[in-house]
């Protein structure tokens, strides 16, 4: 548990860095790591349409025809990409809600 005296040198750091209040910092901080684990899935999204030459619909929806991947290689990246596609809804959810 924290001491008052320990809050006020929080407050006296946050404020020391440009931040109005500890819930604004933490906001920030917060935002800023949200921003980066967005642009690594956005990175494997990206490689998986560059890879593929299309975009997650359209590879779903091509996928029995892509005979230049084995079906393995298929499932794996397909279930990678979507996961990746999920993750970054999800933060892109979590960002709109912070900023709210």
Known sequence: MQTQEQNSALSRTVQSLGYTTIENFAR???RSLIK??????QAR?????????????AFVEQFDSLGKYSII????????????????????ADLEAIAA
């Open 28 to 30: 920030e901080q917060a």
């Open 36 to 41: 980066q684990n967005m642009a690594y899935y």
């Open 45 to 57: 999204i990206d490689l998986f349409e560059q890879k593929y030459g299309m975009n997650f619909r």
């Open 73 to 92: 290689e298929k499932e794996d990246d397909s279930i990678l990409w979507e996961t990746a596609i999920d993750v970054v809804d999800a933060y892109q």
